[in-house]
Nanobody
């Protein structure tokens, strides 16, 4: 019953934008860190961005810096990935994953963990003209 479902992927032309959503069911995201990952064909999975339980964010991919933004809305139990100025190199299956729970005053409240136990099924993003 602990599930994450990604949505918002699709086909977009270079320079376009998409907003991906990661919705949780069966549990609340309030105490979890959420990471966005992507995997392109023939390549290993890459960690892109994460948001900690406290709301602090970390970027792990220089290629998306200034273009991708992660945010969370705990009231909606959803984490978002806004992707602007998309490039063909961004084409991949995008996954969200939850790590935790992490609580105030404990480890990984303000920073993102290195392990994520719960994964979504992914949503395809294709950037092409």
């Amino acid at each position: 019953q602990l599930q994450l479902v990604e949505s918002g992927g699709g086909f977009v032309q270079p320079g376009g934008s998409l907003r991906l959503s990661c919705a949780a069911s069966g549990f609340t995201l309030d105490y979890y860190s959420i990471g966005w990952f992507r995997q392109a064909p023939g390549k290993e999975r890459e960690r892109v961005l994460c948001i900690s339980t406290s709301g602090a964010t970390t970027n792990y991919a220089d290629s998306v810096k200034g273009r991708f933004t992660i945010s969370r809305d705990n009231a909606k139990n959803t984490v978002y990935l806004r992707m602007n100025s998309l490039k063909p190199e961004d084409t991949a299956v995008y996954y969200c994953a939850a790590g935790g729970p992490y609580y105030s005053g404990r480890d990984y409240y303000h920073t993102c963990p290195n392990e994520y136990a719960n994964w979504g099924q992914g949503t395809q993003v294709t950037v092409s003209s």
